[in-house]
């Protein structure tokens, strides 16, 4: 299982400690939530920012975009050292768009995801499943950190896994995720866990290994 914390709830008065701390925990990747104000009702990182933890940390970026424009902070965001761009299905209004972003992301030599909102079913996302690296089920109203687990993103798991078969496709699920549901999306299929609050809010490394 690949363990993707995600700096969102990072304890900002205190960064580089908790970098340190990240970095020697096990986990493999960095999720960065990007957020405009628009796509949701809530304002996060520029690149800048990621810049800086590029420079202190050796872990994979992924980048998640919740942005009206992500075919313009794509790039934004890979010029910042992004390894793999995730944007939602929600963002874009054709699935001419969707496929010319992942063509655009591979041609940078990045990796490519895709992802859906609780409210989205993921058979919209067949037409993808073939080029996109990755898949992100949303297991949470994206926008905030700290809420709970929605259930319904168990059977989107299992749907995709069913949908991918005999191709190479991550998994990944983001919100709400503890030791006990990280464990259900385990069974269910998942691959990638992303979890926020759970890791920051108590010991990095013991959070970290209860996951993986
Ligand atoms: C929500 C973000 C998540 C969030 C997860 O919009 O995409 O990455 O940080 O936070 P927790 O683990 O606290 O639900
Ligand atoms: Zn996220």
């Known amino acids: 299982m690949i363990i993707a914390p995600s700096v969102l709830s990072l304890h900002y008065d205190d960064t580089q400690q908790q970098i340190r701390e990240l970095n020697e925990s096990g986990a ?9 104000g628009h796509f949701v009702r809530n304002l996060t990182f520029g690149p800048d920012i990621l810049k800086a933890f590029c420079r202190i940390s050796p872990l994979l ?8 424009d992500p075919v313009f902070f794509a790039d934004v965001f890979m010029d910042a050292g992004a390894d793999l761009i ?9 699935e001419e768009q969707m496929h010319s972003l992942i063509a655009h992301i591979h041609e940078r030599g990045k990796k490519a995801g895709i ?12 037409p993808f499943i073939a080029e996109a690296d990755l898949v992100l089920i949303m297991s949470v109203e994206p926008g905030f950190g700290g809420q709970a687990f929605m259930p319904a993103a168990l059977d989107k798991i299992s749907a995709v896994r069913k949908m991918a078969e005999g191709k190479e496709l991550l998994i990944e699920v983001d919100g709400g995720i503890n030791a006990e549901t990280g464990k259900a999306c385990r069974e269910a299929g998942c691959d990638v866990l992303v ?3 759970y890791v920051f809010k108590k010991d990095i490394k013991e959070a970290v290994s209860s996951l993986v």
């Open 28 to 36: 493999q990747w960095m999720h960065f939530d990007v957020m405009d």
């Open 61 to 68: 970026k992924d980048v998640h975009l919740m942005v009206d």
């Open 86 to 94: 995730t944007f939602h299905y929600e963002a874009l209004q054709t």
């Open 115 to 126: 992802s859906v909102k609780p409210a989205t079913p993921v058979s919209v996302l067949e």
């Open 195 to 197: 979890a926020g609050s």
